[in-house]
């Protein structure tokens, strides 16, 4: 069965590391998106990429950034973790933008904790 | 601006009781679809219901209708003779055609026995 994979699932590290987040999915996707989620604030988009090559930033790319080199991956850098980028992650998918029905599917998140 | 509301930080429902989750949106696109997800403890984002703007009829996923009023622009997820599993996370959100979704901040559900 196709799927989206995450790795690590849970990662600890300090103030001022890089740290890079996997997303693996075999859906076969051109869209794949990395989100945070805080309390309050539902999932905000960090950032997206709709085919190799090309990624794009969401609106809280600050302090992020991503890279897509083939279809399957995705992954997310944290150049220098900050105590506000702890959080939970989610890595996400979906065939192309051009209909409203196609659904995002998810990987299982990330839960980072900058000390 | 928000693009999705969802007025309800917390919402208690009797076991076997029905539950209206809240959700409003802002578009001025005619072409867009309204999704709910769900989200156990356990983390993971579940796919529950999609209705399309052009959909007549009130989309319907087993225990799980939506119910659409495109005049006010909203799209309330009614859920059915609730059961303690779905206490959860409950994540409204938009998409408009060539357009990334847009998420609500979330409504927790919360099943009393």
Request: hydrophobic share 30%; net charge negative.
């Amino acid at each position: 069965d196709a799927e989206i994979t995450q790795s690590p699932r849970h990662k600890i590290t300090e103030t001022g590391r890089q740290v890079t987040l996997a997303c693996h999915q075999t859906w076969n996707h051109n869209n794949m998106f990395w989100y945070r989620q805080d309390l309050g604030h539902g999932l905000r988009l960090i950032h997206y990429s709709y085919g190799v090559q090309d990624t794009n930033k969401g609106e809280v790319s600050d302090g992020y950034s991503v890279s897509r080199s083939n279809t399957e991956d995705l992954p997310l850098t944290l150049e220098s973790a900050a105590s506000s980028q702890t959080s939970v992650y989610f890595c996400a998918s979906s065939e192309y933008s051009g209909r409203t029905d196609n659904e995002q599917f998810f990987g299982p998140g990330t839960r980072l904790t900058v000390l | 601006a928000q693009k999705i509301t969802q007025t309800q930080p917390g919402m208690f429902v009797q076991e076997k009781e029905a539950v209206t989750l809240d959700c409003t949106y802002d578009t001025s696109d005619q072409s867009y679809g309204l999704f709910w997800y769900k989200q156990p403890s356990s983390g993971e984002m579940i796919f529950l219901i999609y209705q399309g703007s052009y959909d007549e009829q009130n989309a319907t996923e087993g225990r799980y209708s939506l119910n659409f009023q495109k005049a006010r622009k909203s799209a309330n997820l009614v859920i059915s003779a609730s059961q303690l599993g779905d206490s959860a996370m409950y994540f409204c959100a938009m998409r408009e055609e060539w357009q990334n979704f847009v998420f609500g901040p979330g409504t927790r559900l919360s099943v009393l026995p």
